[in-house]
């Protein structure tokens, strides 16, 4: 091998390295990003069920509140509401005993 063959061979092996070192770090980058990811779905997933149940509860105040108004309208929507539950519940409570 001829010394300019060499120098060839020693250019590429330090080449080679510093990519096999480049592939290392970007695939620790990675991995460290996809645990982040995970955390940040894993907190949205939190929060989702925290409004959802923040919603219900609203829901269930603003029920609550039309009967207490003086609105006849939203009074006789919410005890439409109510009595679709009460057979909802009867439903239930009839399939249960079957």
Do not use: P, W
């Amino acid at each position: 091998m001829t010394k300019n063959d060499e120098k060839l061979l020693a250019e590429f092996e330090i080449r080679m390295r510093q990519l096999m070192y480049l592939c290392d770090m970007l695939k620790e980058e990675n991995a460290q990003i996809r645990q982040q990811l995970a955390q940040k779905n894993a907190v949205i997933e939190a929060l989702s069920s925290e409004i959802d149940g923040l919603r219900t509860k609203y829901d269930n105040l603003k029920f609550a509140k039309s009967f207490s108004s003086g609105n006849e309208e939203e009074r006789d929507k919410a005890k439409k509401q109510l009595s679709k539950l009460v057979r909802d519940v009867d439903k239930c409570i009839t399939m249960l005993k079957a």
